[in-house]
């Protein structure tokens, strides 16, 4: 099976911190995509990225960027945490190539659970 | 671009009745479509999904969907919940006509299954 793996389950850091929230898989997938879920709002696209270097703006990418430095790598950024961005965090990756097979999907890690103070 | 409506936000129900929770979605292209589910304090768990074929999808733990083109809807139904069906459900879609397409979803219906 096709894991996506986010390197903390819980994090707690303060105002003004830079953090980095690291997601890797291990299939070769060509695009991740980062997730930002808030009560009664679902699922909101941050960032995605579809190559190595490559990425592309999601609906709420303001106050975060991403680095896409290798295939099964893809880190989150936050510049300059604030408690608005208090949230849980969701990495995902699809493959292109399953497009027309029966497998075709996207695989979500378990969540990164940020708590901004 | 795509988007997802589900157009209720809780859905209470008694233990061994019928549920269904509704999703319409919005798009220019023709998409795929997918339920997903979350239990508290866990990652999302893919329950079905709709790529092509018969518009009747089954899915894990009994729940299945059924996709309707002219009604853009894809709503997901189980003739009878279990309290262990707790969580909240999402629907999502994406473009079928990019392999670079990141889901879109709906903001959740939390079912709550009560003894």
């Known amino acids: 099976d096709v894991k996506v793996t986010q390197s903390s389950r819980y994090l707690v850091k303060r105002t003004g911190e830079k953090v980095f929230l690291e997601c890797v898989q291990d299939?070769?997938?060509?695009?991740m995509f980062w997730y930002r879920q808030d009560p009664g709002l679902g699922l909101r696209l941050i960032y995605f990225?579809?190559?190595?270097?490559?990425?592309e703006k999601g609906d709420i990418p303001e106050g975060y960027s991403v680095s896409r430095e290798k295939k099964e790598r893809f880190s989150l950024i936050l510049e300059s945490a604030s408690t608005n961005q208090t949230s849980m965090y969701l990495c995902?990756?699809?493959?292109?190539?399953?497009?027309?097979?029966?497998?075709?999907?996207?695989?979500f890690g378990s969540g990164t659970r940020l708590t901004v103070v | 671009a795509q988007s997802v409506t589900q157009l209720d936000s809780q859905v209470p129900v008694f233990e061994e009745a019928p549920v269904e929770l509704r999703c319409n979605y919005s798009?220019?292209?023709?998409?795929?479509l997918f339920w997903y589910v979350q239990y508290p304090n866990q990652g999302l768990q893919l329950l079905l999904k709709?790529?092509?074929?018969?518009?009747l999808v089954k899915g894990i733990n009994g729940f299945e969907a059924e996709f309707n083109k002219s009604q853009t809807s894809f709503h997901l139904r189980k003739p009878s919940v279990h309290i262990s069906d707790t969580a909240e459900y999402f629907c999502?879609?994406?473009?079928?006509?990019?392999?670079?397409?990141?889901?879109?979803f709906g903001k959740g219906t939390r079912l709550s299954v009560i003894a």
């Open positions: 995902a990756s699809s493959l292109v190539r399953d497009r027309s097979s029966p497998n075709y999907g996207y695989t």
């Open positions: 798009s220019s292209v023709s998409v795929y």
């Open positions: 999502a879609v994406s473009a079928r006509n990019s392999g670079n397409t990141p889901l879109v």
């Open positions: 990225s579809y190559d190595v270097k490559m990425k």
């Open positions: 299939m070769d997938h060509e695009n």
């Open positions: 709709y790529l092509s074929g018969s518009t």
